[in-house]
């Protein structure tokens, strides 16, 4: 049903583009508009604007349906009443306690002695 929505919405923006391109543009911001085109009369402008009106109207309400059809599936959730979400690490290693002097490398350093000699290893300088 979704996509039988999305492909009429679809076409009602295609139409409504071309219905909007077709109108004579009556401010001339461009300079480019007021010329005799094939769609010079009175007529056809009020049959454009009314078309372009329903047009809008029926994308509004696909762009409604499509917004209410997305919501359906979805589940009101509280942050209230969670418990907080554990984070287990990779292998089983414990985490690097934050560091109380020293720097990154010492820290890393430290980390490598709990981890012990587990893997491979870098080559190491002497």
């Not at 996509?3 to 461009?30: D, F, N, P, R, Y």
Request: aromatic share 4%.
């Amino acid at each position: 049903m979704q996509t039988v929505i999305i492909v009429v919405h679809l076409m009602i923006v295609a139409v409504l583009i071309g219905s909007v391109l077709l109108q004579k543009s009556e401010g001339g911001g461009l300079g480019m508009g007021g010329g005799a085109g094939f769609m010079s009369s009175r007529g056809t402008a009020n049959l454009l604007t009314r078309t372009t009106a329903v047009l809008a109207g029926l994308f509004f309400l696909t762009s409604m349906a499509l917004a209410w059809m997305a919501g359906i599936d979805r589940k009101p959730t509280s942050i209230l009443g969670t418990a907080p979400a554990t984070q287990s690490q990779p292998g089983g290693a414990t985490p690097a306690a934050p560091p109380t002097s020293g720097g990154v490398l010492d820290t890393l350093k430290k980390v490598d002695e709990q981890q012990g000699q587990s893997g491979p290893q870098a080559p190491r300088s002497q």
